[in-house]
């Protein structure tokens, strides 16, 4: 080769060696069939946007010498928010990020997730890439990978969920009962003047002719003779009956001295059984588990007795502490206490509201609709019974109706204060957690709020929240709310939501639209229509809503729909 061709090849080997070079110093877009984008469109789960992108880097696309970071973006017409970015390298380059082959690829899993609001309804999902060659930035346009929100699930509203209100404690007859106890000595049935004057029996009499007197009272009187179970069957019948009739005797003409004319309830028990179990569980003998053993080994009364007294040195225990409490007469006054009828409540409430217990003055709110009275009430309990937490609970819930959630959180904040573990306070504390999209407060607080009245509705809302939308509609079971005929929705029960939403007691705007929404998915459009007219005449700002909802995309080049919406 003469010298000149030596030269030109070596040109010819410089510039494909350049051109190589150049060509490999730049990454070049890729495009939507490298991504594959779930769900599509995208979809809301509770007031979050999730989603899942898989991708794959084509062979040879990737520069050994390359790092790419990808970051979803959600655009709207006036925003845009960026979710969680991805880091990938080459070969050659050390670092944490996802090394990709240049000669085979690869492919890759992005989740990520964006808070919604109502602009991001028609909002697209781009992929921002990041691209560089040992540090010299490839040009890489935002690629568009999916089209629109389906926001449906974003309608649930803590705002429309009940708050708890703690129940009152108000009974219209209170049930009572005073105690006395005659007993007596081992074998006999005589009554001694030293228990006939024993300070519970004073004051056994005093409160039975209290009672008598009180025409908001009622008394009878029950008595319960006992013999204990040693001595054998046939005597202790005899020493139990004789009791109760000197007992019954005795109060008959005690009764009579005082005037009460009442009636007497008498009977007896031959061996007591029962009470001797209960002292014995109840006692610090040493061998208690085996006379308890004895006992459910025989029912029989003259073996059980012949048992125990086998074991000796047990029954000298026995003798001394345990069976002399069973030589007795058990006498009861059971008393009724009525309360008083709604109208002396209502009377007194408005003329000496004093006079009122706190239970009195829950009850009291019951018995009107008119909300500022029962304001007025709750204010009073506040006010007056400063350690009863449900007067402050219950004038939050008030306040929550109204959407004055400020003066709620300040009414729940200090109820907590009384009683940092009542249910219905803890319970309220997560609707307002939830509202401000702190589910995980919301969770914790629905966690201490067993027995809460209402909670059914809080938990089905929470779960709509957390996407666990057949919890959710377990949690709802038959309410009939607008919460409920959603959860109902979103697990595809479009029967029953509708049945549902149908008999919402207070149907607005959201409930029509929910209508709606079924009547698009089940391909009704007479329906859509006349739900959307219903719930744009309840609210117009639910024309744009429609307009720009995919749950309707299939509408938009139908004219009577169009005339809706516009």
Not at 128 to 133: A, C, E, H, K, S
Not at 202 to 212: L, Q
Not at 291 to 315: A, C, G, H, Q, W
Not at 449 to 467: H, I, K, R, T, Y
Request: overall charge neutral; glycine content about 6%; hydrophobic content about 35%.
């Amino acid at each position: 080769m003469n010298k000149k061709s030596s030269i030109l090849a070596l040109l010819l080997i410089f510039g494909v060696a350049l051109l190589s070079t150049s060509c490999s110093s730049k990454l070049k877009p890729l495009s939507q069939n490298n991504f594959n984008v779930t769900p599509s469109p995208l979809e809301t789960v509770g007031k979050q946007i999730p989603v899942t992108i898989n991708g794959t880097f084509p062979e040879k696309w990737f520069n050994k010498n390359a790092t790419v970071t990808i970051t979803p973006i959600l655009k709207s017409a006036n925003a845009e928010i960026a979710g969680t970015p991805y880091s990938y390298q080459g070969e050659n380059i050390s670092g944490n990020r996802i090394t990709i082959s240049q000669n085979r690829g690869g492919n890759f899993s992005m989740n990520s997730s964006f808070p919604y609001s109502p602009e991001m309804q028609s909002a697209e999902l781009y992929l921002r890439f990041d691209g560089r060659i040992k540090n010299k930035r490839s040009n890489l346009p935002d690629l568009k990978v999916a089209d629109g929100v389906i926001a449906t699930s974003a309608l649930a509203d803590a705002g429309t969920t009940p708050p708890s209100v703690a129940p009152d404690g108000f009974q219209r007859i209170i049930q009572q009962a005073q105690e006395a106890n005659i007993m007596f000595v081992i074998q006999q049935a005589e009554l001694r003047q030293s228990e006939l004057n024993k300070q519970d029996m004073n004051e056994w009499k005093r409160r039975v002719e209290e009672a008598f007197n009180d025409p908001k009272q009622n008394v009878n009187v029950e008595v319960s003779a006992y013999a204990s179970p040693d001595g054998g069957l046939s005597l202790n019948e005899k020493l139990a009956a004789q009791r109760e009739q000197n007992t019954s005797k005795y109060l008959e003409s005690e009764l009579n001295k005082r005037k009460i004319n009442t009636d007497v309830y008498a009977h007896y028990t031959a061996q007591d059984w029962d009470g001797f179990r209960q002292l014995v569980s109840a006692s610090n003998l040493q061998d208690k588990e085996l006379i308890l053993r004895v006992l459910e080994m025989y029912p029989d009364s003259e073996t059980r007795e012949r048992e125990i007294k086998n074991i000796s040195y047990v029954f000298e225990d026995l003798a001394g502490t345990i069976l002399p409490q069973l030589r007795r007469s058990r006498i009861i006054a059971n008393i009724e206490i009525i309360g008083k009828s709604d109208d002396e409540i209502m009377t007194a409430w408005k003329n000496n509201p004093k006079e009122l217990t706190p239970e009195e003055l829950l009850y009291a709110s019951s018995l009107t609709n008119d909300e500022s009275v029962k304001e007025k009430i709750y204010q009073y309990i506040t006010a007056n019974f400063t350690s009863d937490y449900r007067g402050w609970n219950n004038i939050g819930t008030m306040f929550y109706k109204r959407g004055d959630y400020a003066k709620a959180k300040q009414s729940f904040d200090r109820a907590a204060q009384v009683n940092p573990s009542a249910p219905e306070v803890n319970m309220n504390k997560a609707l307002l957690a939830i509202m401000d999209n702190d589910l995980q407060a919301a969770t914790e607080l629905m966690g201490r709020s067993a027995g809460a009245d209402g909670l059914e509705e809080g938990m089905g809302l929470l779960n709509l929240l957390q996407g666990n939308y057949n919890q959710a509609v377990g949690a709802y079971g038959q309410s009939k709310s607008n919460n409920a005929g959603l959860a109902q929705l979103l697990v595809k029960d479009y029967n029953k939501a509708k049945q549902t939403l149908e008999t919402v007691d207070k149907p607005d705007a959201i409930t029509a639209y929910l209508l709606a929404v079924i009547a698009s998915r089940t391909n009704n459009f007479n329906d859509v229509v006349s739900n959307l007219r219903t719930a744009i005449g309840r609210d117009r700002s639910i024309a744009t809503k429609a307009l720009n909802d995919l749950e309707f995309a299939k509408y938009r080049t139908n004219q009577e729909f169009m005339s809706i919406v516009k």
